[in-house]
């Protein structure tokens, strides 16, 4: 039997998610759980394992491809094939001409070369017109997309052996895209009915049109001031780099963000975790000052838990866990991943957590449910070798901590002028929930706790 998989929701509501990278091919051999593809999410990259068991006969979705939920991906001939079965009509599937469809043997083709646009069931849904379905014939093939919907050629009698009709050509009036290309092409200045799709039925896909704005680049820096070619570089917006752009806007806009910044003396917590380093049970682990800053965030927010808290406009929900967030910068933009339940681990357990997490970023692997449910967030930017910045709150949230880098600097230490480790914490937090008081006392407390490290067993 042939069986399409569908891209699924993968959780919290996924409206569509982009091809990201193939791990089979038409002619392989696929099992149960066994991962096949890389979708990128708005939230994350995320990898599908299959359904079901067989040989793959089709890719139904190309790489850079943007595909909705419940579009077919992949079609997979499994063992229980026995010539006779058609293929599960898709939900909603109630027209005559899609169950007329659906019963032509159009699958009996060599198993790992596919089946191209006879295949597909999604065209003749895109294809039919609004003013009623009879042009369709029993037992022919899906026309291809009418090339001008005004022709006034429709009261004609379809003509039931007619050979299906070829994919539009380019120059055709309308070209097969799905809505995300369409707008991208808009954007790019690409005319669609110049293209010849190299997607699944002769679709046009995103690499089409990007191909296509890159060829025309040097023509049209020609055209303008007589620039030359390369001086500009079109980076699409989507995935996650649009998911987390429209939520810091929706933040910086919604709540009222403050800052505060304190410079404060690691030069304690910097010995800590020299000696932390020499433990066993940090062998295994990279310790770095981040873990100590996490740990006195956590501190603090015992003391001050409603800088753990979500704004709802009906009510302020305070949180008795901590989902520590840690903003990473991705090649795929920023991801804010968080550690569950981190104020109840120990330090060693902690680091370990820490420090798979910055794995999993780095690798591109966060799921949605690590990027889903933080309390409060740390934005390492000392990393980049900046002293502080003002960090826009991650939505959901309503504190963030900014660590900036650590540096030699003078310092007066009882009454004497000394050369210690100094870093800059900023704090931004939301002026509905927490007030200046409240900020400042948090803010405070990290600070005290990163100059003496004991406070941290003291406060717990």
């Not at 058609?86 to 790992?112: C, D, I, M, N, Q």
């Not at 931004?428 to 067993?457: A, I, N, Q, T, W």
Request: aromatic share 4%; hydrophobic share 40%; with cysteine.
């Amino acid at each position: 039997m042939l069986r399409e998989f569908k891209l699924p929701d993968v959780g919290e509501g996924l409206l569509e998610a982009e091809i990201v990278k193939w791990h089979v091919a038409p002619g392989d051999t696929v099992k149960v759980n066994q991962t096949i593809v890389e979708i990128e999410t708005a939230k994350a990259v995320v990898e599908l394992p299959c359904p079901f068991e067989g040989t793959v006969s089709a890719l139904m979705a190309a790489e850079g491809q943007t595909v909705e939920v419940g579009t077919p991906i992949i079609s997979v001939r499994t063992g229980d094939d026995d010539g006779a079965p058609a293929p599960e009509a898709p939900a909603g599937s109630e027209a005559a001409g899609e169950k007329t469809e659906k019963t032509e043997k159009r699958e009996p083709v060599l198993v790992g070369y596919g089946v191209k646009a006879s295949a597909t069931r999604r065209r003749p849904r895109k294809a039919a017109p609004a003013n009623g379905g009879g042009a369709q014939a029993a037992g022919s093939a899906p026309p291809a997309t009418p090339a001008k919907p005004a022709t006034p050629a429709r009261p004609a009698a379809p003509v039931p052996a007619a050979p299906p009709a070829p994919p539009p050509a380019p120059g055709g009036e309308r070209a097969l895209a799905k809505p995300p290309v369409r707008k991208l092409a808009r954007d790019l200045g690409v005319d669609l009915t110049t293209l010849t799709g190299t997607g699944p039925h002769g679709s046009i896909t995103r690499a089409d049109v990007e191909a296509a704005a890159g060829a025309a680049q040097p023509a049209v820096h020609r055209r303008e001031a007589g620039r030359a070619p390369g001086r500009e570089e079109r980076i699409p917006v989507r995935g996650v780099r649009r998911a987390t752009a429209q939520a810091m806007v929706a933040s910086a806009f919604t709540a009222p963000h403050v800052t505060e910044f304190l410079q404060v003396d690691v030069t304690a917590t910097m010995e800590a975790v020299g000696r932390l380093r020499r433990l066993p049970d940090f062998a295994d682990v990279k310790v770095s000052p981040l873990l100590l800053v996490a740990k006195a965030l956590m501190t603090a927010v015992k003391r001050h838990p409603m800088a753990n808290a979500t704004w709802t406009d009906e009510e302020i929900i305070v949180k008795h866990y901590v989902n520590l967030g840690i903003a990473a910068a991705t090649e795929r933009g920023l991801i804010v991943p968080n550690v569950k339940d981190a104020d109840a681990l120990s330090l060693p357990e902690l680091a370990h957590a820490l420090g798979e997490l910055t794995e999993r970023a780095r690798a591109g692997r966060c799921t949605p449910a690590d990027l889903s449910g933080g309390t409060i967030t740390i934005t390492n930017i000392g990393v980049f070798g900046v002293d502080s910045g003002t960090p826009i709150i991650n939505p959901g949230e309503v504190a963030i901590l900014a660590f900036g880098q650590i540096r030699d600097m003078p310092w007066v230490v009882d009454g004497q002028l000394a050369v210690r480790k100094v870093t800059t914490l900023a704090l931004s937090f939301d002026h509905r929930v927490v007030d200046g008081e409240l900020g400042s006392r948090m803010l405070r407390d990290v600070g005290d706790m990163l100059e003496d490290p004991l406070r941290m067993l003291a406060w717990s």
